[in-house]
């Protein structure tokens, strides 16, 4: 039976994979290579050994309500979005109240994971580790790798020609701590993601020009929706994904394109999506004003480099560049893993649900937090952790490795020979992925059980904002706070903004009366189109598709 489990990492996803193994009985033992828990959410002024860490000024993209551990809320005086430090102070809250310290062994790192010869029965592991100079050998039962996707540094040097020629100064965000050594220099930031679009806007208080250079373009949301409120709160709800499950691809790309361009029309900035290319957002409330003030310049791509300029692909150049920053992103890898388990593990394609190695005759490997999420990573790799714990105690199943090796080769050979899409790096949709290992758990929320028994609950669950409590609400790991901390999320939301009272305005209290007079009628007649049959979605789809003309409308 599996008792002992090896954690790999005490970042965001590794607290709560020992919180997970103790929530199920499991005594974990995690490994962490610093001097702290955290991951790249602990600020150092250099990046050490080649640790990612997180830029001062950082300031979080998914609000407190969205992005918190499942039953442990932010406390109510917390911002909404919050910069490093406040975010860090929430893991060392979260690793002291359910006591998980004891269980991390600081300063050590993973040397290699390897089967034991009985593996095939026992589907146990060594895993040999170092401590300072000190190796040691231990056997477990399970191991949860949680290194997370920010390993190493991708810097496409051999895709820009002349980059070797270039006299400035050149390196990767994750070299990028405090924009005090930019002040006065000519910076050049290729690469628009998030990052990129942060880094950007912070060096525009400092360099004497800012340049952004992308080849694809992107979407930019602000952190606030029209009303003010957090856009996540806003925007990631059941009921918006139930139309979105109706509606037809066109129909939802328009709604978005006319959205998205509502605070700004993203083509007059130059940030419109290349035809062709990925959808793509990011979330940076300065940098369209930062373009319109012209203390940023967005660039085409990088064509060539020369010694002390660039040229662009649509043949302007800029000269006496100082510094070139790659804000190009990461490659993850597993290092301590053996072959062939390390090649498989690096194609997201051969991870059942994106935790279980698809090879391995006995399911006691978990790799967890390689995610992206059109919301919280957090919250996602909190679930796959329950998930992951409650299989290597046999209490949830997955299909035997034979099947799963035989439809992914599949699935691989039909992506090389260019017959369907390889979408398993894309950013996946929040609800239906999380509601996709809440039911491998018996976690997902049922909305027509819970209007039978608590409608006021289901209400709130359906038509309000999709926040992990509600994967608290039944089945294992039911917490008894889930239902308060649903209703009262709105009140922790507001709570920080209450610095200065301002009297109700009653016409706010009238709507919000009307509004409840109509709560019931709207939930029944929302539950009656959940209820409808697969058939029922595939029949209103197609019939909206034909009505519609392609001439009309454009993705």
């Keep these: 039976m599996v008792k002992r489990v090896a954690v790999i990492g005490a970042g965001v996803s590794g607290l709560s994979s020992i919180k997970c193994c103790l929530d199920e009985g499991l005594e974990p ?114 191991v949860m790798v949680c290194t997370g996707h920010f390993l190493n540094p991708r810097l496409p040097l051999e895709s820009f020609p002349g980059i070797h020629k270039f006299k400035g100064h050149i390196l990767h965000s994750q070299e990028y701590k405090l ?84 605070r700004f029309n993203h083509k007059n900035y130059g940030l419109s999506i290349i035809k062709g290319k990925q959808h793509k957002i990011i979330i940076n409330d300065e940098l369209p004003t930062c373009i319109l003030c012209g203390t940023i310049i967005l660039k085409s791509g990088v064509k060539e480099f020369t010694e002390t300029s660039a040229l662009f692909e649509d043949g302007t150049m800029e000269e006496n560049i100082d510094v070139v920053i790659f804000t190009t992103g990461y490659t993850f890898s597993f290092p301590f893993l053996e072959e062939p388990l390390k090649s498989l593990c690096a194609k997201k394609i051969f991870l059942y649900k994106l935790v279980f190695p698809s090879n391995l005759e006995k399911a006691t490997l978990a790799i967890i937090g390689l995610i992206g999420l059109q919301g919280s990573i957090l919250t996602g790799t909190e679930l796959q952790a329950r998930w992951a714990t409650r299989v290597f105690k046999g209490l949830c199943k997955i299909p035997p490795s034979q099947k799963l090796m035989a439809e992914l080769t599949e699935k691989e050979q039909l992506i090389e020979r260019g017959v369907m899409k390889d979408t398993s790096e894309n950013k996946l949709e929040y609800i239906p992925y999380m509601d996709d290992i809440a039911a491998c758990i018996g976690a997902k929320p049922s909305i027509p059980r819970l209007f039978l028994k608590d409608p006021r609950l289901a209400w709130e669950v359906f038509f309000g904002p999709c926040t992990p409590y509600q994967y608290r609400l039944m089945g294992p790991g039911q917490w008894d706070g889930a239902r308060n ?69 454009s993705i």
């Design 29 to 142: 033992t995690c490994f962490e290579r610093s001097t702290d828990i955290g991951g790249l959410w602990k600020f150092t002024e250099t990046s050490k050994d080649g640790m990612t860490g997180v830029y001062k000024s950082l300031v979080t993209n998914v609000c407190k309500e969205m992005s918190c551990y499942s039953d442990f809320p932010f406390q109510e005086d917390y911002p909404n979005f919050m910069n490093q430090e406040k975010f860090w102070n929430y893991l060392q809250e979260f690793a002291e109240h359910f006591d998980l310290r004891k269980y991390i062994r600081f300063r050590t790192t993973v040397c290699s994971i390897t089967k034991r010869p009985d593996f095939s029965e026992t589907g146990r592991w060594d895993v040999v580790t170092e401590t300072e100079e000190k190796q040691e050998t231990a056997v477990f039962d399970a």
């Design 179 to 262: 924009p005090e050594w930019f002040r006065d220099k000519r910076v050049l930031v290729i690469g628009l993601g998030n990052t990129g679009g942060d880094v950007a806007v912070e060096l525009s208080r400092m360099a004497a020009q800012v340049l952004l250079s992308t080849r694809t373009g992107t979407w930019v949301v602000s952190r606030s929706s029209d009303g003010g409120y957090p856009l996540n709160m806003m925007n990631i709800r059941r009921c918006y994904n139930f139309i979105a499950q109706v509606l037809p691809s066109r129909v939802l790309n328009w709604i978005r394109e006319r959205q998205l361009n509502k």
């Design 485 to 553: 901390a649903i209703l009262t999320q709105w009140d922790r939301t507001m709570k920080p903004l209450k610095t200065r009272i301002v009297p109700d305005s009653s016409t706010s209290a009238s709507m919000s009366c009307y509004l409840k007079m109509w709560r019931v009628p709207l939930l029944l007649a929302s539950l009656l189109l959940i209820c409808k049959s697969s058939l029922f979605l595939k029949l209103v789809r197609d019939k909206l598709q034909n009505r519609i003309s392609p001439d009309l409308i």
